[in-house]
């Protein structure tokens, strides 16, 4: 049972969070006037448990353009994230949370909100970011003229002597 409890709901341009900027693809057709357009968008909730734990949970969310990890092209994507956490003053602190709750150290200062969300973020970030479908035909667009299949020559396979020797031995073990 919460004791307090107030909501916050806001947006933060992308300009305010430098680090996920940087994390995001600055393609071309990625940045310019429609990347100045993306925001981080927050609807969050301050309490207070029954343990007097400051806690804030909600959700973020923002739509970002990462590099497609196979084709190298832009892949506008949207990541979400639930937020779990509680404010600690120190890490002594943290260690006694729950694993349920994911600690904000604050310290002595104010708590940078935009900080943590960003690093809420960048903890959602998709390990490798693929298209959905088979992108891999554009990937050979970059490469320049087309690469030539090499036919198989007419002369022996040198590890075709091993195949054979595999093939006297499997005959020999199950006869």
Known sequence: ??????????????????????????????????????????????????????????????????????????????ISTDVHLAVCWDEEEAAKLPKSLDPWIVGEDDGDLHAILEEELLLALPTVALHDYSCAEASTEFAGEETQVAKESEEPNPFGVLAGLKQQLKKTTDG
Request: aromatic share 2%; proline share 4%; net charge negative.
């Open 1 to 78: 049972m919460s004791h307090a409890f107030s909501e916050l709901a806001g947006i933060v341009p992308e300009v305010e969070l430098p680090r996920l900027l940087e994390a995001s693809a600055t393609l071309e057709g990625s940045s310019g006037a429609a990347g100045a357009n993306r925001v981080m968008v927050a609807k969050l909730k301050f309490s207070v448990d029954d343990q007097r734990r400051k806690l804030v949970t909600g959700l973020v969310q923002m739509d970002v353009v990462l590099e497609c990890q196979r084709c190298l092209g832009p892949l506008a994507t949207q």
